[in-house]
């Protein structure tokens, strides 16, 4: 726990004035009391229980000052809370080394049974938004809180040819962004929303910063035409857009034939770690099916909740306040009197 006004912790001096006060009172009416020795048998009626009971209420109100000053400090700690995603981008590679088979069925489909599973257990409050990427990348369902649209749309992939991670992030920006323009040197805006007329890009953003929305990439890492994409992952960090990426595949990986073609595909996963560093996101590695679905699901819980540096002053108010009050009851109930 840290404090956001450490310098009023210093007020926390006055809890042993006040124990030596009240040690000085009590001390005070020992001496008036042995004055009448005919109270003596009633003191002696009262019983150790009695004596111990008439502390409670001084000690619960002594708490309640040392939550009243604690929270003077403003306190604040890591707690987990809702999230403020309102968007999640899930852009999907479709490439011909996604037919691969070493995830079971292939990588494709096994992306698609995670990727459903994931959208069906997102908050109602949430949009979902597709990107298909091969050789190219397409907004594929525009960010849709309708689940039935987005998973329909995750179920008419189909695998086309070439691989271009760095069109993909920028058809995800374009469609959390629609109102901006994502291109990099040599390259195009890709395929997203339909065109608008440009406007001048945001100022740059500490990496990670932005909560609306967030990129979750899933891919066999291996980028094969398009932009660069560690320089579209910077122009993701400079809008504080956070990229989840999900490497799927074995580093063995195998051989995928086609029409007169075979190629060995094996999953590169150096740039997706190096995409979410960049971007102040997670990189996990989906070597089968079932890694694959838990990752989605522990995303889902990501997306939903997340854990954050809060204050929490209002909670040691509310102590204070129900240990006033609980003190105040108790020698109300007992001794007829407020302490």
């Known amino acids: ?46 019983g150790t229980g009695q004596k111990i009971r008439r502390h ?91 689940r039935d649209d987005a998973r329909a749309a995750v179920d008419r992939l189909q695998l086309d040819n070439a691989t271009a991670i760095g069109s993909g992030i920028l058809a995800s920006l374009k469609a959390i962004f629609p109102d901006q323009e994502f291109e990099l040197p040599g390259w195009g805006a890709p395929a997203g929303l339909p065109g608008e007329p440009k406007k001048e890009a945001r100022e740059p953003v500490p990496p990670g910063s932005y909560k609306s929305a967030a990129i ?22 400079a809008r504080g857009v956070r990229v989840f990426t999900v490497g799927v595949g074995t580093p063995d990986g195998q051989n995928v034939e086609g029409e007169g073609w075979s190629v060995h595909v094996s999953l590169d996963d150096s740039a997706l770690k190096a995409i979410a560093d960049l971007t102040r996101g997670d990189y996990f590695f989906a070597g089968n099916a079932p890694d694959l679905k838990k990752i989605y699901a522990g995303l889902n819980s990501k997306m939903a909740l997340e854990r954050k540096e809060t204050e929490i002053t209002a909670l040691f108010t509310a102590l204070a306040a129900v240990l006033s009050l609980v003190a105040a009851t108790l020698s109300l109930l007992w001794f007829n009197r407020l302490l």
């Open 1 to 46: 726990m840290t404090f956001l006004t450490p310098e009023a912790l210093g007020l926390l001096v006055l809890l042993p004035v006040a124990v030596a006060a009240y040690i000085l009172i009590l001390r005070r009416r020992s001496r008036a009391a042995v004055r009448y020795s005919s109270l003596a048998p009633v003191k002696a009626a009262l």
């Open 56 to 146: 409670v209420p001084p000690a619960l109100f002594l708490a309640a000052l040392a939550a009243m000053l604690v929270a003077l400090a403003r306190p604040a700690a890591v707690v987990t809370l809702p999230t403020d995603h309102e968007t999640v981008i899930l852009a999907i590679d479709i490439s011909a080394s996604m037919r691969a088979e070493d995830v079971k069925p292939t990588r494709l489909a096994a992306a698609q049974t995670a990727a459903k599973t994931f959208i069906a257990g997102t908050p109602r409050s949430m949009r979902v938004g597709i990107v298909a990427f091969a050789g190219s990348a397409a907004l594929v369902q525009p960010p849709t809180a309708n």
């Open 216 to 237: 979750i990439l899933l891919t066999d890492g291996q980028s094969t035409v398009g932009p660069d994409p560690l320089e579209a992952a910077r122009l993701a960090a």
